[in-house]
């Protein structure tokens, strides 16, 4: 089955990662989504080793080793940055600007929101029902203080 944009093959996620990468490093011209991807990864230096390495196309991340995926990790990133720009769900954008304030720092409530989304993705898949949006910035206002 070939992916397409919206349902991209793993080794087609982690090429965009690592040719990000690299365009940003060479100061190429990048595109909107790899400039936002490009500062995602920038503010990951634990990840950079990973995406300055082009066998990590093939490398397995696996919970059971400990092992955090940095291209799920960096993509969930790339997902929230998408829902911010268009306040979707609804109510996110202003849930998110909640935590910043609690948390006091962006990266840190983008982590909030990671775990939510995390939690929200989590769920649906184990109960077989579609994500749950109202939960999803429910969590991130409770993050936040104010839910």
Known sequence: MEADMFNPSREQVRSF???TWRKHRARELLSAMESIAA?????HPEYHAIVENPDSLERDFSPEDG????????????AIEE????????G???????????RGER????????ECLG?????AQRNGTPPDALAYVGCLKRKAGIG
Request: overall charge negative; aromatic content about 8%; some cysteine.
């Open 92 to 102: 996110i954008r202003a849930a998110f600007e909640a935590a910043c304030a609690q």
């Open 39 to 43: 500062d995602i990864i920038s503010q």
């Open 119 to 123: 939690e929200m993705m989590f769920n």
């Open 17 to 19: 990662f690592i040719d």
């Open 67 to 78: 092992a955090i995926n940095p291209f799920l990790h960096l993509s969930l990133h790339l």
């Open 83 to 90: 829902q911010l720009s268009i306040n979707q769900p609804p």
């Open 107 to 114: 990266h840190a409530a983008l982590h909030d929101a990671l």
